[in-house]
């Protein structure tokens, strides 16, 4: 079936970086638009970072990332090991959280691929956790 795996979590010190990993599994990357969201203890999940069309075809693709976030966290793809990856540095406590990756496997269009109602594939998720 198809399935996502995210992994990379771990406990890490403030000011330092992680990489999360999410393979994936009965479907292409490539052809599908992808992200990573996050949920904090106490809020809401968020979408973080994710890639997707910017015409509505699996041509032309670009990458999307929260306000919040912007340049700390780099996301990234793999389409030959169906792999998608999420750079996160200068971590903070506020960077605590459970990371899930998820995907659209017919695609979305631009930025609706921060919001979770337009993914339908999600993996179980990893923690991260930065201490200060």
């Known amino acids: 079936d198809v399935q996502l795996q995210a992994s990379g979590g771990g406990l890490v010190q403030a000011g330092g970086s992680l990489t999360l990993s999410c393979a994936a599994y009965?479907?292409?990357?490539?052809?599908?638009?992808i992200g990573w969201f996050r949920q904090a203890p106490g809020k809401e999940r968020e979408g973080v970072a994710c890639i997707s069309s910017t015409d509505g075809t699996a041509y032309y693709a670009d990458k999307y990332y929260a306000d919040s976030v912007k340049g700390r966290l780099t996301i990234s793809s793999d389409r030959a090991k169906n792999t998608l990856y999420l750079q996160i540095n200068t971590l903070t406590p506020e960077d605590t959280a459970v990371y899930y990756c998820a995907a659209n496997v017919r695609g979305t269009y631009g930025s609706t691929c921060l919001r979770e109602e337009y993914l339908e594939t999600w993996g179980q998720g990893t923690q991260v956790t930065v201490s200060s």
């Open positions: 009965g479907f292409t990357f490539g052809d599908s638009a």
